[in-house]
């Protein structure tokens, strides 16, 4: 499973597993939303869980603008892993 992965990820850099910290926060949403995403695509009028799938991108997004003001090198390495945004080259 993917969460089970990056769950191993999160704990070989970090000796433990810190289920509360930011990243590991964003990769459980991004596994939320890739659920939820696959779900829509077979039930597109399912109202209810586009609301869901709405809140759940803005907690995602509120969380990751936090780590990029934060630190923002933990910022690109955890968009590097998720591959959940295009990076701009500077």
């Known amino acids: 499973m993917v969460k089970n992965s990056f769950i191993s990820v999160i704990s070989q850099e970090e000796?433990?597993?810190?289920r509360g910290s930011v990243e590991f926060q964003v990769v459980?949403?991004?596994?939320?939303?890739?659920?939820?995403?696959?779900?829509?695509?077979?039930?597109?009028?399912?109202y209810l869980s586009q609301r869901g799938l709405r809140k759940i991108l803005g907690k995602r997004q509120r969380l990751l603008t936090y780590l990029s003001k934060k630190n923002r090198v933990r910022y690109k390495e955890l968009i590097g892993q998720l591959d959940i945004r295009e990076t701009k080259i500077r």
């Open 15 to 18: 000796n433990k597993a810190k």
């Open 28 to 46: 459980s949403f991004a596994n939320k939303i890739r659920r939820l995403t696959l779900h829509l695509e077979l039930h597109k009028k399912d």
